[in-house]
């Protein structure tokens, strides 16, 4: 399917843009499918975008959230993903508590946590031995690394091929993450990516052959949408147009 990249003016045009492409495909999924199954992504950028859904009507008991990777770390300290998403959004609407789906961080083994959450995933989905499971939404952010959720570059988990979730290695801390075969096969793929320092490892991302292990966000290339939504000074100097859509870039 398509591809899609807008580079849009500001960071301010970049949160509302993502917010009407998320609602929009939120609302969408809700009305073919009577669900949505969206996994959230970490770092600083999403921060704002959630804050700004959590002021939206959307249809919250029929939304199913999952995080696309998660710091080894329970849920209230500072760099958990989970923690910042409810703060931010899932603790301000009415959603369902069983509609929330985070990545377990508990045994001290975060091998075993990763296998716990593939379960979990795959018998929410009801997906048959070999299928993975197709998300609604899987939404991405990206690394001044080129890294993505937590697939980082020359780490084992790059080479998954049979798992839906493995664990990470962030400068020797293990992360749980997708693995890219398990986010290429949703239906919709956003990446939003601001700043000025994401340039150089865009331009990489973006160039027509490379090195997928040095630049992860290349493994990326789903059966679904893909969106690449970036503001002016992540995205202005790859000769894209400003909030223009693009197919194959
Ligand atoms: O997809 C993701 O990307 C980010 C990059 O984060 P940012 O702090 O530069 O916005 C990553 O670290 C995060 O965990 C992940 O979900």
Request: hydrophobic content about 40%.
């Amino acid at each position: 399917m398509g591809t899609n990249v807008e580079v849009l003016p500001s960071q301010t045009a970049l949160l509302e843009r993502s917010l009407l492409l998320v609602a929009d495909k939120i609302n969408t999924a809700t009305a073919l499918r009577g669900q949505c199954t969206i996994a959230l992504s970490g770092g600083s950028t999403p921060k704002s975008l959630y804050e700004a859904i959590a002021k939206q009507s959307l249809p919250w008991e029929k939304v199913h959230v999952f995080w696309g990777d998660e710091r080894y770390v329970p849920p209230e300290h500072p760099d958990s993903n989970q923690g910042m998403a409810r703060r931010a959004w899932l603790d301000k609407v009415d959603i369902p508590a069983a509609n929330i789906h985070p990545m377990p961080t508990d045994a001290a083994d975060p091998a075993a946590d990763a296998q716990k959450y593939e379960l979990e995933v795959r018998e929410f989905f009801g997906s048959a031995p070999g299928e993975f499971p197709v998300f609604d939404i899987v939404l991405l952010g990206m690394g001044d690394d080129g890294h993505t959720a937590s697939l980082f570059p020359h780490t084992d988990v790059l080479q998954a091929r049979d798992r839906a979730i493995g664990v990470g290695n962030k400068d020797g801390q293990p992360r749980l993450t997708f693995t890219a075969p398990l986010i290429n096969q949703a239906r919709c793929v956003i990446f939003i990516v601001a700043g000025a320092n994401k340039q150089s490892a865009l331009a990489q991302v973006f160039a027509p052959q490379g090195d997928d292990m040095a630049y992860p966000s290349r493994l990326i290339e789903p059966v679904g949408e893909l969106w690449w939504l970036l503001d002016e000074s992540a995205g202005g100097n790859l000769g894209l147009a400003t909030s223009q859509s693009r197919s194959n870039y």
